[in-house]
């Protein structure tokens, strides 16, 4: 055999040994974590990672994290399009002394988190942060026990936020905090959820445009429902109980907040329009056993 032929040969082989590396460490569409993988595995199903944030830098935007088995995930900064889903397990994330999940994405990417438990342990930070992106739906979600906010919502572009069967208990600020900054918006639906124990249940300031359904804000401090500034927000099938504070809270002028099919019980204080603020009835609401509270606003049905 030539010489020539020897390195022909041997430069086919490192050709071949670079593709299987690249294609080894290439980005798939779905990966897996398990509490007995490791962040040097590709994050496949036979192979999986160990947390979160290993997973993420090994997935495809577009992709998905799925959770193989019942663990501790860790916090993870999301900054592209992403699903992380943790499954029929319990996929949790311990956030001690800082946020459990930060959405910093592009303006074009849609970020969804199902089927996850946050625990603060009471030195946590946020549950999640939406700083950045175009849309974050929350589902089959429970935060616990931060100092802060369950969700902040604080995007600077225009911006979707979905919370669907999601508990928030024990968050120091509240529950739900949505303040979009002066060149963002927010459109929030809110569905099938509870904020208990908080400082408020769920509040929206300016530029926010947030639904609420089917869904119960108890026992929190401050308020269960609290509205600032020029925002409005629906309540349809809602329960507002057992504040030491407001049951709701609508404060400036241009915030409007429509209660209809909904109760608000046993508050310090009921309804509390406050500066130009609009809280206003269908006429099919119960406000009932409340220290004090402002009678709303009537307004028709269309």
Do not use: H
Not at 58 to 73: E, H, L, S
Not at 112 to 134: C, H, P, W
Not at 257 to 263: G, H, P, V
Request: charged content about 10%; proline content about 3%; some cysteine.
């Amino acid at each position: 055999m030539s010489i020539y032929t020897k390195i022909r040969q041997l430069c086919a082989l490192l050709l071949l040994c670079t593709l299987f590396s690249s294609a080894a460490y290439a980005q798939a569409t779905r990966t897996w974590v398990s509490g007995v993988g490791d962040d040097v595995n590709p994050c496949s199903r036979t192979a999986p990672c160990k947390t979160f944030a290993g997973a993420i830098s090994k997935t495809a935007a577009g992709g998905t994290i799925n959770a193989i088995d019942p663990a501790g995930y860790g916090a993870v900064t999301i900054t592209k399009a992403i699903t992380i889903d943790g499954g029929g397990t319990m996929a949790s994330i311990l956030s001690a002394g800082t946020n459990g999940i930060i959405v910093n994405a592009g303006v074009n990417d849609n970020v969804v988190l199902r089927n996850i438990v946050i625990e603060g342990v009471g030195t946590g930070l946020n549950g999640i942060r939406f700083l950045n992106g175009k849309s974050l739906l929350v589902e089959n979600v429970t935060i616990t026990n931060v100092t802060t906010l369950g969700i902040d919502a604080a995007t600077n572009i225009a911006s979707q936020l979905v919370v669907r069967n999601t508990s928030i208990s024990g968050a120091g600020s509240g529950g739900i905090g949505m303040t979009p900054g002066a060149a963002g918006s927010l459109d929030a639906l809110i569905d099938s959820s509870n904020f208990s124990r908080n400082g408020f249940g769920v509040q929206a300031k300016a530029r926010s445009k947030v639904v609420v359904r089917n869904s119960t804000a108890a026992n929190n401090t401050s308020s269960g429902f609290n509205l600032t500034g020029a925002a409005t927000m629906t309540l349809d099938n809602c329960v507002a109980s057992g504040s030491t504070g407001t049951g709701l809270n609508a404060s400036g002028a241009g915030a409007i907040l429509t209660l209809t099919r909904s109760s608000v019980l046993n508050n310090a204080t009921g309804l509390s329009p406050n500066f130009g603020a609009v809280i206003q009835s269908t006429g099919d609401n119960r406000v009932i056993g409340n220290g004090f509270s402002t009678p709303p606003t009537p307004v028709g049905l269309e």
